[in-house]
T-cell receptor
Framework: AQSVTQPDIHITVSEGASLELRCNYSYGATPYLFWYVQSPGQGLQLLLKYFSGDTLVQGIKGFEAEFKRSQSSFNLRKPSVHWSDAAEYFC????????????FGSGTRLLVRP | DAGVIQSPRHEVTEMGQEVTLRCKPISGHNSLFWYRQTMMRGLELLIYFNNNVPIDDSGMPEDRFSAKMPNASFSTLKIQPSEPRDSAVYFCASDREGSMNTEAFFGQGTRLTVV
């Protein structure tokens, strides 16, 4: 069965510092992988997604993520965090044989220190 | 486009009452999803519609929950009777074609509190 693990419940970084949010997945084949961001009181917004091809994926707002099959990981990175990046981040996995069903991780809340 | 519109934004109701949550998807999108978000269980897919037809309702927790999509521009999620454990944020999302190749857009959610 598919599953997604985000081991960090909270992460605090200083503004301008780099960021890496961890995501590990469990799936028998090559998955579809996603990162979403949820600002307080808002719905989820897609940051980026990986289907195939280049394992380094660029997204919106300066985010990128790297798919590492050997580690079953899809970590999200940003070289310099802005105060407006404070939000909750969700990693999700989808199966090619279930075209619509996403399994979400439990989320990582990012706090940004001024 | 105004995006996915959900109403109400907040709902407080007493246990045993009927609750109806509403969703207007983005015009032209033919897939609609209802999700529930709780601290304990995170984000869970409740039901998925494609072209107004329910495709997968395996995530609906029990018979007290029902969802309808009478036309392409409107969907409801009903809980009858409601229980305190139904307290959660309920999200509606729509997608142009309901596949992984397109992006699902989420509404702002309805925060439901059952007392």
């Amino acid at each position: 069965a598919q599953s997604v693990t985000q081991p960090d419940i909270h992460i605090t970084v200083s503004e301008g510092a780099s960021l890496e949010l961890r995501c590990n997945y469990s799936y028998g084949a090559t998955p579809y992988l996603f990162w979403y961001v949820q600002s307080p009181g808002q719905g989820l917004q897609l940051l980026l997604k990986y289907f195939s091809g280049d394992t380094l994926v660029q997204g919106i707002k300066g985010f990128e993520a790297e798919f590492k099959r050997s580690q079953s990981s899809f970590n999200l990175r940003k070289p310099s965090v802005h105060w407006s990046d404070a939000a909750e981040y969700f990693c999700a996995v989808g199966a090619k044989d279930s075209s619509y069903k996403l399994i979400f991780g439990s989320g990582t809340r990012l706090l940004v220190r001024p | 486009d105004a995006g996915v519109i959900q109403s109400p934004r907040h709902e407080v109701t007493e246990m045993g009452q009927e609750v109806t949550l509403r969703c207007k998807p983005i015009s032209g999108h033919n897939s609609l999803f209802w999700y529930r978000q709780t601290m304990m269980r995170g984000l869970e897919l409740l039901i998925y519609f494609n072209n107004n037809v329910p495709i997968d309702d395996s995530g609906m927790p029990e018979d007290r929950f029902s969802a309808k999509m009478p036309n392409a521009s409107f969907s409801t999620l009903k809980i009858q009777p409601s229980e305190p454990r139904d307290s959660a944020v309920y999200f509606c999302a729509s997608d142009r074609e309901g596949s992984m190749n397109t992006e699902a857009f989420f509404g702002q959610g309805t925060r439901l509190t059952v007392v």
